[in-house]
């Protein structure tokens, strides 16, 4: 028996409502560029809306103008979806609440994540959204993935609650320690003859 080596998302579909609630959300608010648009093709009387969440990937959703949506709470039994996630810059991240504000939108406020920095609100159907915000940048060559694992041990390591800021610098001088060097002795030095 193997696996099956998955190699990122692809893409998630979402069942929306009617076409332009669909684009005034995903595009209107979140400014996703809508890509093409095409029928569902296991549902013609449905249509299938495209949309760039930012790094090529999709974010699809079958429209129907016959469905209404309502902004209560999506379930959230096992086997459905909690809430999606999606990535900001941290200068974005500084305006997300002002923005979120003028538009009247109901949020969390900022959540601290210890590695990342969450807003949650909901879309016009009830989904929860979050945004957030890496604290930290992976070093040349390696993903937040590999720095969040080197963070992980090291904080399981030290009986630590969550991972915080100081697993993060720790897991990169780590992950930095690990690069080639010329050096016999890489050890921290003070060359300030302090």
């Given at each position: 028996m193997r696996k099956i080596p998955v190699q990122g998302v692809h893409h998630i579909t979402l069942t929306g409502a009617d076409r332009q609630t669909t684009i005034d959300f995903w595009e209107g608010v979140l400014g996703m560029p809508f890509v093409f648009e095409q029928p569902n093709l296991d549902r013609p009387n449905e249509g299938h809306v495209y949309f760039d969440p930012g790094d090529g990937r999709l974010i699809t959703?079958?429209?129907?103008?016959?469905?209404?949506?309502?902004?209560?709470?999506?379930?959230?039994?096992?086997?459905c979806v909690h809430h999606l996630a999606f990535s900001v810059s941290q200068a974005v991240f500084a305006q997300t609440v002002d923005r979120l504000d003028e538009r009247g939108i109901k949020h969390s406020g900022v959540r601290d994540r210890g590695f990342m920095d969450s807003i949650y609100f909901k879309d016009p159907?009830?989904?929860?959204?979050?945004?957030?915000?890496?604290?930290?940048?992976?070093?040349?060559?390696?993903?937040?993935?590999?720095?969040?694992?080197?963070?992980?041990?090291?904080?399981?390591?030290?009986?630590?609650?969550?991972?915080?800021?100081?697993?993060?610098?720790?897991?990169?001088?780590?992950?930095?320690?690990?690069?080639?060097?010329?050096?016999?002795?890489?050890?921290?030095?003070?060359?300030?003859?302090?």
């Open positions: 959703v079958f429209t129907d103008e016959t469905r209404k949506g309502t902004p209560d709470r999506t379930p959230t039994e096992p086997g159907l009830g989904l929860l959204i979050e945004l957030a915000s890496y604290r930290f940048e992976p070093p040349a060559g390696h993903s937040h993935a590999d720095v969040l694992i080197c963070a992980h041990r090291i904080r399981v390591g030290r009986g630590d609650h969550h991972i915080d800021q100081r697993h993060l610098a720790d897991a990169i001088e780590e992950i930095g320690a690990a690069r080639d060097s010329l050096s016999n002795d890489r050890t921290a030095k003070d060359p300030y003859g302090g």
